[in-house]
């Protein structure tokens, strides 16, 4: 699904994310450069926890740490991948993430085994 530069909004986001829930033909979804912020990342977190069939997610460009200033969203979506099998590639350029980010990250691919594909770049590492 693309929705790349769509004007998504946070609340907006977090409904999307709910569509993975119960979602089993969903392989790709894409929503770089929306307004996205910790609401949703938290929100695909939960979702992550769930979703079998997601192998690609890129939330490049959007405001999921609220300009570094609200973590707990994104550190809820990377520990989510400790244990799902499923995501293949994850993006998250460009989003202002943080050393606290960073050692969420460094925590879960200690356990993750399937990610094969991590865009950090641009961040505030």
Do not use: W
């Not at 949703?40 to 460009?61: H, M, P, V």
């Not at 989510?80 to 990250?105: C, D, M, T, V, W």
């Amino acid at each position: 699904m693309h929705l790349v530069r769509s004007g998504i909004k946070d609340e907006d986001g977090t409904e999307i994310a709910k569509i993975l829930y119960n979602n089993t033909t969903l392989r790709k979804l894409e929503l770089e450069g929306n307004n996205l912020g910790p609401k949703s990342a938290k929100e695909f977190g939960k979702a992550l926890r769930i979703n079998k069939t997601l192998q690609y997610l890129d939330l490049e460009s959007n405001q999921l740490t609220a300009d570094g200033d609200d973590n707990p969203g994104v550190i809820e979506l990377i520990a989510a991948l400790e244990n799902n099998k499923s995501l293949l590639s994850l993006n998250l350029a460009n989003n202002r993430l943080e050393q606290p980010i960073g050692f969420a990250i460094k925590k879960m691919l200690e356990k993750n085994y399937t990610l094969i594909d991590l865009e950090l770049g641009f961040n505030n590492f």
